[in-house]
């Protein structure tokens, strides 16, 4: 069955550091691939997508790349900042007939210091 | 509605009482989904509904969890006997056919339970 595997938590940055959550997927054909953040006390929001090979979703500075070669969708963020401080899910749709959830990785703490 | 609505946000009840847990769906989705999320953890697949009807309940923990739906809009995932391992968030979600693909599912902002 599908599955994403994501990188383990928690990361801990500091302001203006360059981010990299790395995120890979094992599906069949061509999924679609998102990236949802969690702030805290909140519910997940949608923060980008990517629905075909080579699309980059890109959303508040954040930005992922369909890799169909690697199964990858890593999310970077070039410069990042206390507010981003949430945890991050990689998650996809699969592209079956019968597809009808999504499928979701264990998310990453990300804390931002200062 | 606008959004995705779960209430209510935050729910203390004792061991051994029955918990009655709403989501409204963003009007005109027919997908809603529940989630459990434990502190810390990652999210764990509960139910799905497709209209009225849940052609997935395999996520549910035990016998206690039930959910319905009803007019193919609200739903309400009802726990019985809570135990203490039931605290957690609950997460609704909902979507619409055919687009889920491409643009995911919308999130209600959950209901925290604690059971003491």
């Known amino acids: 069955g599908d599955s994403v595997t994501q990188m383990e938590g928690p990361v801990t940055l500091s302001e203006e550091a360059f981010l990299t959550i790395n995120c890979t997927y094992t599906a069949t054909g061509y999924p679609s691939l998102f990236w949802y953040v969690q702030y805290p006390g909140e519910g997940l929001q949608l923060l980008l997508k990517a629905t075909k090979a080579d699309d980059k979703g890109s959303n508040k500075g954040f930005e992922a790349t369909y890799r169909k070669e690697t199964t990858s969708f890593h999310l970077e963020k070039g410069s990042v900042q206390v507010s981003d401080s949430a945890v991050y899910f990689c998650a996809l749709w699969g592209s079956g007939a019968g597809s009808y959830q999504l499928t979701f990785g264990k998310g990453t703490k990300l804390s931002v210091i200062p | 509605g606008a959004g995705v609505s779960q209430s209510p946000s935050n729910k203390v009840t004792e061991k051994g009482k029955d918990v009655e847990l709403r989501c409204d769906p963003i009007s005109g989705h027919t997908a809603l989904y529940w989630y459990r999320q434990s502190l810390g953890q990652g999210l764990e697949f509960l139910i799905y509904?497709?209209?009225?009807?849940?052609?997935?309940k395999s996520g549910l923990p035990s016998d206690r969890f039930s959910a319905e739906r009803t007019g193919g809009s609200v739903s309400t995932l009802t726990i019985q006997r809570t135990q203490q391992e039931d605290s957690a968030v609950y997460l609704c979600?909902?979507?619409?056919?055919?687009?889920?693909?491409?643009?995911?599912?919308?999130f209600g902002s959950g209901t925290r339970l604690t059971v003491v």
């Open positions: 509904f497709q209209g009225n009807s849940a052609p997935d």
């Open positions: 979600a909902s979507s619409s056919t055919g687009t889920a693909a491409n643009y995911g599912y919308t």
